[in-house]
């Protein structure tokens, strides 16, 4: 299989499968990591996915957020569509406002009208939805069919969004972006909160309407399994360089790569025998995660960065640094949700909706 050759000195390129005689230059964020590893507490990468894998990796919120999409504005709103305990539904929208992702409105001092929407940076969310839903349009539709029908309203075609560059809008795939450090490169402690053990019951991101992004968010599981991913897209297989990279304990770690192998995304090799030792290396569907995971790094680099992303991305086949964008399948204009409208191919009337409306993702 060719390697990419980078175009900047430090850069290296994001393809997990690396010749074994060629060195890969190490970047300082990663150097960062191992030096910190020596201070005793457990680090990770600085990283804008794992800021927003932080949001949506958590069921309850991701489907607060998708419901907000949707149109859902007031608590028992959110309450009915999702059949969700009050004392849940409250925190959540708690966090929400405090991550400035909902804005909390009172009609006025004396009445109970209280309603929650979505910020600027709630919105800029959808992209991220976006890519999430086709993920789950093109692999996990088989069973039960593609729930929505997507309008691009700007050119009233329907529409297949893809993940694109911002220069040359041609669609961005993992063996033909590099990397480098940019100016928010390097390390942090493992949050004690960020450790913890992902919930049993998966089948909480299908609650309420059907939806191909809370089928993807299913498979991939929780923000362990998220960093798991992500560190197959720097080039690690091994269970040691994992462990390692992201300072997770080897039980969690163990059953993650056999929950990503169980579900496709992985698959598992031996590359040493007596002891046997395996690699994990991502199939053709795990590969297509990577459009998801570069507008989760986006909407992070854009609102929880400071202005200082921690990795600048270049687009080989342009040779021009890049922002990912969600674009129109026909127009390749970009799309943001008040240009998209959506026809349900579910019956919508035990979801509380229409057949066509202005829209998001489902």
Same mark, same amino acid.
């Given at each position: 299989?060719?390697?990419?050759?980078?175009?900047?000195?430090?850069?290296?390129?994001?393809?997990?499968?690396?010749?074994?005689?060629?060195?890969?230059?190490? *970047?300082?964020? /990663?150097?960062?990591? !191992?030096?910190?590893?020596?201070?005793?507490?457990?680090?990770?990468?600085?990283?804008?996915?794992?800021?927003?894998?932080?949001?949506?990796?958590?069921?309850?919120?991701? &489907?607060?957020?998708?419901?907000? =999409?949707?149109?859902?504005?007031? =608590?028992?709103?959110?309450?009915?569509?999702?059949?969700?305990?009050?004392?849940? &539904?409250?925190?959540?929208? !708690?966090?929400?406002?405090?991550?400035?992702?909902?804005?909390?409105?009172?009609?006025?001092?004396?009445?109970?009208?209280?309603?929650?929407?979505?910020?600027?940076?709630?919105?800029?969310?959808?992209?991220?939805?976006? /890519?999430?839903?086709? =993920?789950?349009?093109?692999?996990?539709?088989?069973?039960?069919?593609?729930?929505? !029908?997507?309008?691009?309203?700007?050119?009233?075609?329907?529409?297949?969004?893809?993940?694109?560059?911002?220069?040359?809008?041609?669609?961005?795939?993992?063996?033909?972006?590099?990397?480098?450090?940019?100016?928010?490169?390097?390390?942090?402690?493992?949050?004690?909160?960020?450790?913890? @053990? @992902?919930?049993?019951?998966?089948?909480?991101?299908?609650?309420?309407?059907?939806?191909?992004?809370?089928?993807?968010? !299913?498979? #991939?599981?929780?923000?362990?399994?998220?960093?798991?991913?992500?560190?197959?897209?720097?080039?690690?297989?091994?269970?040691?360089?994992?462990? *390692?990279?992201?300072?997770?304990?080897?039980?969690?770690?163990?059953?993650?790569?056999?929950? &990503?192998?169980?579900?496709? #995304?992985?698959?598992?090799?031996?590359?040493?025998?007596?002891?046997?030792?395996?690699?994990?290396?991502?199939?053709?569907?795990?590969?297509?995660?990577?459009?998801? &995971?570069?507008?989760?790094?986006?909407?992070?680099?854009?609102?929880?960065?400071?202005?200082?992303?921690?990795?600048?991305?270049?687009?080989?086949?342009?040779?021009?640094?890049?922002?990912?964008?969600?674009?129109?399948?026909?127009?390749?204009?970009?799309?943001?949700?008040?240009?998209?409208?959506?026809?349900?191919?579910?019956?919508?009337?035990?979801?509380?909706?229409?057949?066509?409306?202005?829209?998001?993702?489902?």
């Amino acid at each position: 299989m060719p390697i990419s050759i980078p175009i900047f000195r430090q850069e290296t390129v994001l393809n997990p499968v690396q010749s074994p005689k060629r060195r890969v230059p190490r *970047s300082k964020s /990663a150097a960062a990591v !191992q030096a910190g590893k020596a201070q005793g507490a457990p680090r990770e990468r600085k990283c804008s996915v794992a800021r927003t894998v932080t949001i949506l990796s958590d069921a309850w919120t991701f &489907l607060v957020i998708r419901e907000a =999409f949707f149109g859902a504005h007031r =608590f028992e709103e959110f309450r009915t569509m999702l059949e969700i305990p009050r004392a849940t &539904l409250t925190d959540r929208l !708690q966090r929400l406002v405090a991550e400035e992702i909902f804005r909390r409105i009172e009609y006025s001092e004396t009445s109970s009208w209280v309603e929650y929407r979505l910020t600027r940076s709630g919105m800029d969310l959808y992209p991220t939805f976006m /890519a999430l839903m086709q =993920f789950g349009d093109n692999w996990l539709s088989e069973k039960h069919g593609v729930p929505l !029908q997507l309008i691009h309203t700007q050119c009233e075609q329907v529409t297949k969004p893809y993940v694109g560059c911002s220069h040359c809008r041609e669609k961005v795939v993992a063996r033909r972006v590099s990397y480098r450090d940019g100016p928010g490169s390097g390390s942090v402690v493992v949050e004690p909160m960020k450790r913890s @053990r @992902r919930s049993s019951d998966d089948n909480q991101f299908n609650r309420g309407r059907p939806s191909s992004v809370s089928r993807a968010l !299913q498979v #991939i599981g929780d923000r362990w399994s998220f960093l798991v991913i992500r560190e197959a897209f720097f080039g690690a297989r091994r269970f040691d360089k994992l462990q *390692s990279e992201l300072g997770i304990a080897p039980n969690i770690l163990s059953d993650r790569l056999t929950r &990503l192998v169980d579900r496709g #995304i992985f698959m598992k090799r031996m590359y040493q025998s007596g002891p046997d030792r395996f690699e994990y290396l991502l199939t053709p569907m795990g590969f297509d995660l990577y459009g998801p &995971l570069i507008m989760m790094m986006a909407w992070g680099d854009k609102w929880r960065s400071n202005g200082k992303a921690p990795l600048v991305l270049t687009h080989l086949d342009c040779g021009h640094d890049f922002t990912p964008m969600v674009l129109c399948s026909e127009c390749r204009e970009p799309i943001a949700a008040h240009s998209m409208q959506y026809r349900m191919r579910y019956n919508p009337d035990r979801f509380g909706g229409k057949k066509s409306s202005r829209a998001l993702p489902g």
